[in-house]
């Protein structure tokens, strides 16, 4: 059986960061005013650039702040929990060079075992544990499929595209025909959506 792989936690930027800026207040301003929301998306989209380059850019974001308070506390709450944590550093969570993934995989698999617990509520405990043992059951066989590609991961297209437009941009970095901030606002670009309404 293959080692098991790190654990890695890319998706922090859309959801986290998001929460946060909405409870900083911050949302309105992303829908309306388009410096903003290009700051807040440059922000989102930093684990899409290398580990090592992920300090330096947070640095030069944090200088383009212009001492807006809820700007500074977003970022004070970015560099406290992701930046300089204890428990995740960059490293962790930079999705460089990694596959894109949604939680629809967990969506899915959660879905499933809905649908075979009856989407009963209130499922007795013994019989949860039943149907988590017989789920449990396979994982050896998957993993061993999936070592082996005999089983894939089916990805809709947006995805596929938005992958290969972000891989493309890699290289680009890589082979140094961008730097690492025009790395940084053209992942944003692509991979955080936009809403602002403004001109």
Request: charged share 25%; glycine share 2%; hydrophobic share 35%.
């Amino acid at each position: 059986m293959p080692p098991d792989p790190p654990i890695k936690i890319a998706s922090w930027s859309l959801q986290a960061v998001w929460r946060k800026i909405q409870y900083l207040g911050l949302q309105a301003a992303y829908h309306e005013d388009r410096a903003a929301q290009t700051f807040l998306r440059n922000v989102m989209a930093l684990p899409y650039i290398p580990a090592d380059d992920i300090e330096e850019m947070f640095n030069r974001l944090h200088e383009q702040a212009n001492q807006n308070d809820s700007l500074l506390n977003l970022l004070q709450y970015v560099r406290k929990t992701w930046i300089y944590a204890n428990r995740w550093d960059p490293t962790t969570w930079s999705a460089y060079r990694r596959n894109i993934r949604t939680n629809n995989d967990i969506e899915g698999w959660h879905n499933r075992i809905n649908q075979q617990a009856s989407n009963r509520h209130q499922l007795p405990f013994y019989e949860l544990v039943k149907l988590l043992h017989k789920k449990a059951k396979t994982v050896d066989l998957q993993v061993e499929l999936v070592s082996q590609r005999k089983l894939t991961r089916i990805q809709r297209k947006q995805y596929l595209e938005l992958q290969s437009h972000i891989i493309r941009l890699w290289d680009r970095f890589d082979n140094d025909e961008i730097d690492v901030y025009r790395l940084l606002t053209e992942c944003s670009t692509l991979a955080v959506p936009s809403v602002c309404t403004s001109d």
